[in-house]
Nanobody, 114 residues
Framework: QVQLAESGGGLVQAGGSLRLSCAAS????????MGWYRQAPGKQRELVARISTGGSTNYGDSVKGRFTISRVSAKNTVYLQMNSLKPEDTGIYYCNRVGAVWRWGQGTQVTVSS
């Protein structure tokens, strides 16, 4: 079972940037589509960005043009560069496989102040 550890969150003012990292204990393999998920206060967890095995990316409408997902498979690491942050981006961010998810990590808290 892959174990996931997210890091890089914090408190930032609106308009600021953060870079999240996700380290996997096992091989996430180039065959897995990976994603970043967000759980805002009082809301369900949602997929905000995904990266395919071929490196193509897709984003939720709320983050499109501001967030960039990337992966370094050799390092079993997935990143999320978040720019132009808004208060509505506040939440706990998790990475995981898209589809048949592994056990969730603890996530990393992102708080954007207005």
């Amino acid at each position: 079972q892959v174990q996931l550890a997210e890091s890089g969150g914090g408190l930032v003012q609106a308009g600021g940037s953060l870079r999240l990292s996700c380290a996997a204990s096992g091989s996430i393999s180039i065959f897995n589509v990976m994603g970043w998920y967000r759980q805002a206060p009082g809301k369900q967890r949602e997929l905000v960005a995904r990266i395919s095995t071929g490196g193509s990316t897709n984003y939720g409408d709320s983050v499109k043009g501001r967030f960039t997902i990337s992966r370094v498979s050799a390092k079993n690491t997935v990143y999320l560069q978040m720019n132009s942050l808004k208060p509505e981006d506040t939440g706990i961010y998790y990475c995981n496989r898209v589809g048949a998810v592994w056990r969730w990590g603890q996530g990393t808290q992102v708080t954007v102040s207005s």
